[in-house]
């Protein structure tokens, strides 16, 4: 019995996602939630699992294709049943609406809560000698395998061993379909073992591959004759780039901010240096050593209490109640640039952890952010928001509201530079904070007190034991 699979609704209301790549292939058998896909849509890189044990018979799409919810993705062959076609619901119908059904058939599976894929049987059995077609299909010679991983080359030999699928990131297996290049071929330096864009070049740099474009809607597209400089540069005079993904989301995100709340920042330039002198104790402290606390983690426990006594920055105008919402808890979300783009990832809680448990726990969703497995759940419910520009050597800018949230402070480089100490002229460390606040719910003289505070603390970091 053939059973249709369409593209569910992934649990964040959006129209549809990219298919990043297949992780089984045609003929393949699965199991019953195994990964069988990654989709990448506006907010995250999701892993399909299978709702079905059966025989992969079709796949509708292939990696790269944007596909609506509702289309149908993939179809199983399933077994005990006669080889005919039993379709999933109808792409009119929204996705998990009742469907008439015969009695011995089953409704669309909801992937939505769905188990991560077993460990013993969650990836394909698929033949390692696969490998080796694909290296001729993508017209590469022999040189291709002599660069591969000695344990690829002896896996070509058997039969029916299963094969791990490479660990990257979407830019690097993007990389590597625009060089032609199967990752299963590469061998991984990056931590955990995952594949990145460097060993992508080198591998390709090895076997003499050079990058082709995939699609015209990918190739560069010139509006002017290019000018001999950059022709003897070999750059483009332009080139399009489909607005999609994550960078679609943040645009249609920033824009409903900037247009929906009414956006005031103020700044305060402040003394950090005994911030930066207890960080540097903390550091040489062996009882803390494995502990990553940096000026972002004081930051953000300077703002759990500061909320506390200016709590009309962690609350939300409820527009459709015609209703202020003001949170009991602070869910801190962290902005992180990726290479997929802006996400902005909370921790859940922040007002209930210790400085320690904070910078372990924006540690781990900066190292989440980075490999591109920041799930949408994540990314949902914050109260109120971080951005450290003061990574990139900038001092202030006026960072746009995360959409529902009351607040968001951008933290500033800490500089090295003359200052007023104590009647005299020294050099300190010194650093500018920029809050932005949305005026329908916080007045000028909140918004300076809730900034007054948090600068107060990273001044001198003592004070922190006098508020509750």
């Not at 660069?147 to 660990?167: F, I, M, N």
């Not at 090895?206 to 400089?229: F, H, I, K, L």
């Not at 940096?294 to 426990?301: D, F, R, T, Y």
């Not at 719910?441 to 505070?453: H, I, K, P």
Request: a negative charge; proline letters at 6%.
């Amino acid at each position: 019995m053939i059973q249709e699979f369409r593209l569910p609704d992934l649990g964040e209301g959006l129209p549809e996602a990219e298919l990043v790549q297949w992780l089984v292939a045609e003929g393949d058998t699965v199991t019953l939630n195994q990964t069988i896909a990654e989709v990448e849509t506006a907010k995250a890189v999701v892993e399909l699992p299978s709702p079905h044990a059966g025989v992969v018979s079709k796949l509708h799409a292939q990696a790269g294709d944007v596909v609506a919810v509702g289309s149908v993705l993939i179809a199983f062959d399933l077994p005990g049943g006669n080889g005919t076609s039993e379709k999933a619901p109808s792409a009119e119908a929204p996705v998990g609406a009742p469907v008439e059904e015969k009695a011995e058939e089953k409704a669309q599976p909801n992937l939505v809560g769905y188990g991560a894929a077993p460990q013993s049987s969650g990836r394909p059995q698929r033949r390692a000698r696969a490998a080796a077609a694909s290296v001729s299909r993508s017209g590469a010679d022999t040189a291709v395998l002599e660069a591969a991983p000695h344990d690829v080359l002896h896996a070509t030999e058997t039969v029916d061993v299963p094969l791990e699928r490479p660990k990257s990131t979407p830019p690097v297996r993007k990389l590597a379909k625009d060089l032609g290049i199967d990752l299963g071929l590469v061998e991984p330096t990056g931590q955990g073992g995952i594949i990145t864009r460097g060993d992508v070049e080198a591998y390709a740099e090895r076997v003499g591959t050079s990058v082709q474009p995939t699609s015209a809607a990918e190739e560069p597209v010139e509006t002017a004759p290019s000018s001999p400089a950059a022709l003897a540069a070999g750059r483009e005079r332009e080139r399009r780039i489909p607005i999609r993904g994550v960078r679609k989301h943040t645009a249609e995100a920033m824009v409903r901010s900037a247009f929906t709340a009414p956006h005031v920042t103020t700044f305060l330039t402040v003394d950090v240096t005994a911030t930066t002198e207890l960080l540097a104790s903390l550091k040489s402290d062996r009882s803390l050593e494995g502990h990553r606390i940096g000026i972002l983690a004081v930051a953000a426990k300077a703002v759990c209490l500061a909320l506390a006594r200016t709590p009309e920055l962690n609350s939300r105008w409820d527009e459709e109640h015609g209703e202020i919402v003001e949170f009991g808890y602070v869910n801190l979300g962290i902005a992180a640039a990726t290479l997929r783009g802006l996400v902005v990832p909370n921790v859940r809680d922040a007002d209930a952890m210790t400085l320690v448990e904070l910078a372990d726990a924006i540690g781990e969703l900066a190292q989440t952010a980075r490999s591109g497995k920041t799930s949408p759940a994540e990314m949902m419910g914050g109260t109120f928001s971080i951005t450290n520009v003061g990574v990139f050597g900038v001092d202030a800018g006026t960072p746009i509201l995360n959409p529902g949230e009351a607040g968001i402070l951008a933290l500033g480089a800490v500089r090295r530079q003359p200052w007023e100490h104590r009647g005299e002229i020294a050099l300190r460390d010194v650093m500018t904070l920029a809050l932005s606040f949305d005026h329908r719910l916080v007045d000028g003289e909140q918004g300076s007190r809730f900034l007054a505070d948090v600068g107060a603390i990273l001044r001198e970091p003592g004070r922190a034991m006098l508020l509750r």
